[in-house]
């Protein structure tokens, strides 16, 4: 993995305006994250968030889109660290757990995906968008982890389908969601307990 370069500061300064409005989207909902408000999260003028953004639809949609690839790089770090030692059903029940455990992140993907079913077309397409970029690099994920698995690109559905829906179970309070027994099925490797 190569190392990252430094941001400009053009891109820090983005940076700095989307975890704003992540940290605001997160603690008081969509709603609340109006331009005014980010830009005083950011600690800069409202002139100032205009410059770089110049509608809060494309703030949104850097949010989701840095949303989308901490996902990803969440994915591709937990294979890259486990493959060797744990099996593909373990690294999928290691990332349904993350997933479930990290409230910021499912209040974050919820809120955008409210946002987009409310009425906001350009977000919405943004967001298929995304995901169909999400299910390409499970696809590819999936090749590395199960080499020679029947239909990678089914299993990449049925994975980020189970990942919204174990984060929908999640924020509705419903800890007990069976992890294992997904992970197993969706491999179709039998966990220890069960073998």
Partial sequence: ???????????????????????????????????????????????????????????????AQQHVEDITAHIFSLIDKT???????????LLFDAHRRSRFRIQLHLGLVE????GNENLKRRLIEKYREWKSLVVEGLTRLIPGHEDPEMMAH?????????????????????????????TGERSGKNA
Avoid: C, W
Avoid at 20 to 49: C, D, F, P, Q, Y
Avoid at 83 to 91: F, G, K, N, P, V
């Fill in 1 to 63: 993995m190569k190392p990252e370069e430094p941001l400009s500061k053009h891109e820090r300064k983005k940076k700095t305006i989307v975890e704003a409005a992540i940290a605001l989207i997160v603690a008081h909902g969509m709603e609340s994250a109006s331009l005014a408000n980010i830009a005083r999260e950011a600690g800069i003028s409202k002139g100032t968030l205009h410059y770089y953004y110049t509608s809060k639809e494309d703030l949104i949609f850097d949010v």
């Fill in 158 to 186: 049925l994975i980020i389908a189970a990942v919204d829906g174990i984060n929908i179970q999640s924020v509705l309070g419903m800890d007990d969601v069976p992890i294992e027994p997904i992970a197993s099925y969706l």
């Fill in 115 to 118: 946002q987009a079913m409310s």
């Fill in 83 to 93: 493959t060797e030692r744990h099996s593909a059903r373990e690294i999928l029940r």
